[in-house]
């Protein structure tokens, strides 16, 4: 089997919407044609587990325009778009993937992905290396199991030791392998692509600020101004989520922290900190981004308005305390696509999107294009300095060489039409001495 997707004559929808990605993505296109040339990837085995998007799509045809056999599965169940998914298949990337999977299914695919043995691994969310590490420590679990089912039977300790290195896109898959790492577990090196400045300034801030509030207004068409806006976690993310609500009009933003530096941030930018207890009271939409578990408790969700709306912008649907709202509501429907309506034993009414999931990804699509060019651009030129740098790397979690990034950064400038200064014989002098001073 090379594939299984939803409906492989999806496939013109999904060329189309790659076409339009690719016409935005003008960085990881530049890469492409280098890459065409070069074939650095020439005979190199890829497995992916990343959200199945047409952006996605500009990533795996640029690695398999380098020489690369790439199979790609989901990093989200709900994340996948179909006629992406169906358009690569057709073009001969192995696929697994569509929207709407149950976690047997899921971990089915990332079994799928480990079956191929992978030379590098590619994730977002961490899922595939630590599935995979699981499979060679014996450890046991359903997820484990329902990956068992598609891996097959084989040596997994041999295919992690030949694992030249993998990249993470996401500061929760970045958290998880340091864990790792600290715990001497993780058996390959890692490229912490999350960690480029041209990733997370731009990709967490600019792109989940706009994408989150494009899966909110695309799953409710509820108006933000004049609003009362709670946001949990002042990361990078968060602040582009309260970024733009301040520019939808909302009445008030606020922001819940445990980071005092962060909270102090985020009244420096002019925006209300207080507790989440308190929060819950005045918030008309909630939005957590702070990549750990109850962000928003049951006890949270019982204080809060009639009509309060709960999204998620953090990568794994634990932030909420869905579980908890499931076993109190006294009635439960489905209103919109995406919208949950749950009545609470206090008669008030509370509305979640996207299951507590990326609202982002499951109810719009996704960063736009412009912004995935540098992630993705990072992406490509991660895959190709572990492949280059095989055997070199020391085990652990490593950022991308800070020349990379820069040249990341300068090809966007220029793709944009924007010059900037370069540093005189004078200037590089100044900064790289020490006796002249006042």
Do not use: C
């Amino acid at each position: 089997m090379s594939y299984k997707v939803k409906d492989i004559s999806l496939a013109e929808k999904g060329r189309l919407l790659i076409e339009w990605a690719e016409r935005h993505m003008p960085v990881l296109m530049k890469i492409r044609e280098r890459f065409s040339s070069e074939k650095p990837l020439e005979g190199i085995k890829i497995s992916a587990s990343l959200h199945v998007t047409k952006e996605t799509a500009v990533l795996v045809r640029t690695l398999v325009t380098g020489g690369a056999t790439v199979t790609l599965v989901p990093s989200n169940p709900l994340s996948t778009q179909d006629e992406v998914a169906a358009a690569l298949a057709e073009e001969g990337v192995h696929v697994y993937a569509w929207k709407g999977m149950n976690e047997r299914e899921y971990y089915n695919a990332i079994g799928f992905a480990i079956s191929q043995e992978p030379v590098v691994t590619m994730d977002d969310g961490a899922d595939l290396t630590v599935t995979l590490h699981k499979l060679a420590l014996g450890v046991k679990s359903n997820e484990v199991s329902y990956a068992l089912e598609t891996a097959g039977d084989r040596d997994f300790g041999r295919l992690i030791g030949n694992i030249y290195g993998g990249t993470e896109e996401t500061t929760t898959g970045v958290i998880r392998l340091r864990a790792m790492a600290k715990e001497g577990t993780l058996r390959y090196p890692i490229i912490a692509v999350n960690d480029s400045y041209t990733k997370y300034l731009f990709d967490n801030r600019y792109g989940t600020g706009q994408s989150t509030w494009d899966g909110i207004l695309r799953a409710t068409n509820i108006l933000v101004a004049g609003k009362v806006v709670v946001v949990a976690g002042y990361g990078w993310v968060g602040r582009g989520i309260a970024m733009r609500a301040k520019g939808l009009g909302a009445r008030r933003v606020i922001i819940t922290e445990v980071n005092p530096v962060r909270a102090l941030e985020a009244v420096f930018d002019g925006f209300e900190v207080m507790p989440m207890s308190e929060a819950a009271e005045v918030g008309d939409i909630f939005i957590t981004a702070t990549g750990d578990i109850n962000a928003i408790t049951l006890d949270h969700i019982l204080r809060m308005k009639d009509g309060a709306v709960l999204a998620n912008a953090g990568h794994f649907n634990v932030e909420i305390d869905v579980a908890g709202l499931e076993r109190v509501a006294s009635e439960k429907r489905r209103i919109r696509d995406y919208v949950v309506e749950y009545e609470l034993p206090n008669g008030k009414r509370i509305y979640l999107l996207a299951e507590g999931r990326l609202v982002n990804l499951v109810a719009a699509e996704g960063h736009p294009s412009e912004v995935m060019d540098m992630s993705f651009s990072n992406q490509a030129l991660a895959v190709e300095y572990i492949v280059k740098n095989r055997g070199k790397l020391s085990l652990g979690v490593h950022k991308l060489p800070d020349e990379l990034d820069m040249e990341v950064a300068r090809l966007k400038l220029e793709t944009m039409g924007i010059r900037i200064d370069q540093l005189t014989e004078e200037q590089r002098h100044y900064i790289s001495s020490w006796g002249l001073g006042t």
